[in-house]
């Protein structure tokens, strides 16, 4: 099968690999580049459970070809998470139960991580707006709207304190 | 075990001990798991619903570059299923296909798009056969029987159970109502698609990883098949990416896993398609209902009379239990004196049917509550009132036997009835909006497990390490629930230590003892009550310890955020650490084992082993909606949910769970089913198979009741399914207050709805089913043993 030299930007770090020419983003993160914590449900873009960021915005990785992501920075989901500190949006999921058996949790972050940055203080509306387009079958949504709420308080005092 | 209140762990809302996995991403799924030299399978399935198979031709496929083995049915020909009365599975099929998807042979290779590659180049030859679609189908036609089991024709199993004299409690009746509903079949949808990786050692052993809900079945059904003793096989189910029931069975995959790991010497790793997961399916049935209920003016119901025809699908799975499950628990939430049960399972061409959240429950209690607003509307009751004064006595036992022990139901009903307003807005809330009720009940683990033993359901054991850790091994699979956490908060509690000091080693059939899986609503309170018992001998020789050196009585003790005090002088006190050090000094090694058995069923009839349960939990639910005459389009604005726990050992999680079966349950009235078209499934995917987003999910109000049950842990009952189960019916009620209409099929669509309102609906029809001659069941006395005595009709 022939291979091709991908760069890509992950995470701040700037990765080389082989791969299939034909391989997708998802593929590549998780085969090529062991970074697991990228899920997927469906492999046809209908679940959101593989969204990773691209140039901040969320991109389905299961349609998305490496070669359109070059020279972008990719964010997945363990890039959330700095020196070993949890984001404010996994902390709130965790403590909140948005994470149940947590498969569809790293789409839900990265999509809510981007929301957070456009818009620091979302309504509910906004939110379900927002995250309509990731499945989760476990939760019901409330507990995601109610950690991206506690993440947005937090984050609201931190900044605030921060000024 | 109800005694205490004043708790450091239980209770409180803490999070899970996988929690901080799972929100960065190191959570590791049976797909995430990577070996050296692993290969990849993929199974070729086949495009029939119904065919022999005359050969199967893989030689093409074999030598395809990058093929590393190939294998065919006959090469595991012995068959599995989840029960022993139903071993009609193949892990690859041998003569015959049964759906469109059932497995024919399999590819590894270096990578999966070779696999994939090569399964084209497997050549079958089939003779089609006449597919058998619906329930109807399957009486009309006999021949060509898909399974050559059953009592006749492609009927899988049938029942009839008659619990006391029926007709004269219709005689007795001032008013008989009869009803026909139809519940829809849907899946599971969990996130994650199911993976399994196999691998064969130089020593002769195999180890699984799966997404298996169940490793202890799975376990058992791999030594049967590949032929090998089960100590020479480890199954380790991973975290489940969500399971539902959809994770229960032992499937093929696993099976093919292993034996292609078996032929190379690699690991091999099968990852299924969304496509393939609907396949694998063993969802909802598809269940045709008739009830007929006798009742006094006042509402006093004298008889009830029940009859189901299950949709099963290709193969048995569950089914037994599910056809069981269609008659077994209307009777453990009202007083209906008189009860008889009429049910049958039948064979079809499709993914084959099995539990999912509720198991075979879901189906029957929708027909009942919704049963119970038409009865309650002809004598011009008030539906919350008949409920609320016709719930059970705690201890009561049912006419078909079910042990009734704490009943929250009541008070469920009253709160959600009170903070809903349901007695207010009830044909009030003004044109296309309307208020619904519903109660229901659900067991807490099944009495019995799926095989006939007299062994544990549930084992743990506990490691005090001497620096303070321990660890605590549980055959049981989280799967999101939270059971991992549930262990580690029940051994915190007991030792007086926190949940982060607890290391929990769950689901490996090598490492941990067994605990029979995660169906069935069963974990909380059996591996809770094992997990209890284990702490507690753990803890004997450490507090016997502790009391020496602190020169006080052992009862005294307290212990609470790893440390060890006296009660009556809270000066007097070691860590939890210095007491381990003692006790490890006194006795050695510190360890203990302990368990859980069900209590035996009351039960004295055959077809018992379904329903009977250590203890059932309750719900209630208020739906409040909007319904649009013209599209028909169904809008949920307000859900109120009571459930009895029992205790919640976790209140998050509770609420976790209740809203998530909340969730589940409007998916599955308003929008959820499976739809076929000539044997193929029309609708395999995310995309078209509609569930909830966060833009159909109204906001839930959720009530927790406590009853302190004395057969859970700390007085706790199940909480992930039951909560489930009264949504639907709330929803249909809800329905006929907004629009006077009446749509008794599952799920209510907006084409259904509009139907209605033009008059053009005509509801479901019960197949025309003969079912078997009736067992009479005679009442029991405790005195004398009862036996079950055939009458013939």
Known sequence: MDKIRIRLKVNGEEREVLAPVHHTLLEVLREE???????????????GTCTVLVGGRPVLSCLALPVECEGREVTTVEGLARDGVLHPLQQAFAELGAAQCGYCTPGFLLVADELLRHNPRPTRAQIAEALAGNLCRCTGYLKIFEAVELAVSRMGAAAGAAV | MAERDDFDIIGKPLVKVDAAAKVAGTTVFADDVVLPRMLFARMLRSPHPHARILSVDVSRAAALPGVVATLVGRELPIPFGILPVSQDEHALALDKVRFVGDPVAAVAALDEETAEEALKLIDVDYEVLPPVMSVEDALARPAPRIHEYGPHGNVHKEVSFDFGDVAQGFAEADHVREDTFFFEGNTHLPMEQHAAVGSFGPDGKVTLWSATQTPHYVHRALAKVLEMPSSHIRVIACPNGGGFGGKSDPFGHEIVACKLSMKTGRPVKITLTREEVFYCHRGRHPVAMWIKTGLKRDGTITAMHFRSALDGGAYGSYGVA???????????????????????????????????????????????????????????????????????APGTITANQMQVRTIGLKECLEKVVAA????????????????????????????????????????VQIKVDRGGGVAVFCGSTDIGQGSDSILAYIVAEELGIRPEDIRVVTADTDLTPVDLGSYSSRVTLMTGNAALQAARRVRA??????????????????????????????????????????????????????????????????GAGVGPTPTYSYSACAVELSADRETGIVRVDRVWIAHDVGRSINPLLVLGQVEGSVYMGLGEVLMEEQVFRKGLHKIPSMLEYKSPTTLEMPPVESILVETLDPAGPYGAKECGQGPLLPVIPAVANALFDALGVRIDEVPITPEKVVAALEGRYRGPRMPDVRYPETVAVPPLEPAAPATVQETRR
Request: hydrophobic content about 35%; charged content about 25%.
């Open chain 1, 33 to 47: 580049m062991g970074l697991t914590g990228t899920k997927h449900g469906c492999e046809l873009g209908e679940c």
């Open chain 2, 322 to 392: 599910s056809l069981y499950y269609t008659g077994a628990l209307q009777t453990v939430t009202y007083r209906i004196p008189r009860y008889k049960f009429e049910g049958a399972r039948v064979f079809t061409n499709k993914p084959p049917c099995g539990p999912k959240r509720g198991h075979g429950t879901p189906q029957p209690r929708y027909a009942l509550e919704c049963h119970i607003d038409k009865f309650c509307h002809d004598l011009g009751l008030d539906p919350a009132r008949w409920r609320i004064e016709n719930t059970l």
């Open chain 2, 420 to 459: 809903s307003g349901y007695g207010d807005k009830r044909g009030r809330l003004g044109p296309g909006r309307g208020i619904g009720l519903a109660g229901s009940a659900y067991i807490s683990g099944a009495g019995l497990p799926i095989y006939w033993n007299a062994m544990p359901h549930s084992g």
């Open chain 2, 541 to 606: 020789p450490i507090f016997e310890a502790a009391a020496r050196k602190l020169d006080v009585p052992v009862d005294r003790l307290r212990a609470g955020s790893r440390r060890i005090w006296d009660a009556a002088d809270p000066g007097k006190a070691l860590t939890f650490v210095e007491a381990v050090v003692l006790a490890e000094s006194e006795v050695g090694t510190l360890g203990a084992v302990g368990s859980y058995k069900p209590p035996k069923s009351v039960a004295k009839w055959k």
